[in-house]
Nanobody
Framework: QLHLVESGGGLVQPGGSLTLSCTASGSSLNQYAVGWFRQAPGKERKWISCITQSGTNRIYTDSVKGRFITSRDNAKNTVNLQLATLKPADTAVYYC??????WGCGDYYDKWGQGTHVTVSS
């Protein structure tokens, strides 16, 4: 049974950086496309990025393109999301999720972590 845990959130000043991690147990994460989502206070959860099983393809929503980078660390069974040039608008709970095994980056993710909070404030 795949289990996902996000970590790395915290309080950071505008313009700062953070690295979030999504660590899996129960299965190898490289079998799954992994998406990142975020939910800002009072808003609905939104997709922000995805990385394919091989790590070759990575896609991002426009609002984070050029500032966020997702990558795999297969030795740690982890997918990371590097956040840079952070803005107050990036404040949210960040979630990772996996598509079903063998599926690519798309609209359906069936395993979710519990989320990690990111607050961007001076």
């Amino acid at each position: 049974q795949l289990h996902l845990v996000e970590s790395g959130g915290g309080l950071v000043q505008p313009g700062g950086s953070l690295t979030l991690s999504c660590t899996a147990s129960g299965s190898s994460l490289n079998q799954y496309a992994v998406g990142w989502f975020r939910q800002a206070p009072g808003k609905e959860r939104k997709w922000i990025s995805c990385i394919t099983q091989s790590g070759t393809n990575r896609i991002y929503t426009d609002s984070v393109k050029g500032r966020f980078i997702t990558s795999r660390d297969n030795a740690k069974n982890t997918v990371n999301l590097q956040l840079a040039t952070l803005k107050p608008a990036d404040t949210a709970v960040y979630y990772c999720a996996t598509a079903p095994a063998g599926w690519g980056c798309g609209d359906y993710y069936d395993k979710w972590g519990q989320g990690t909070h990111v607050t961007v404030s001076s």
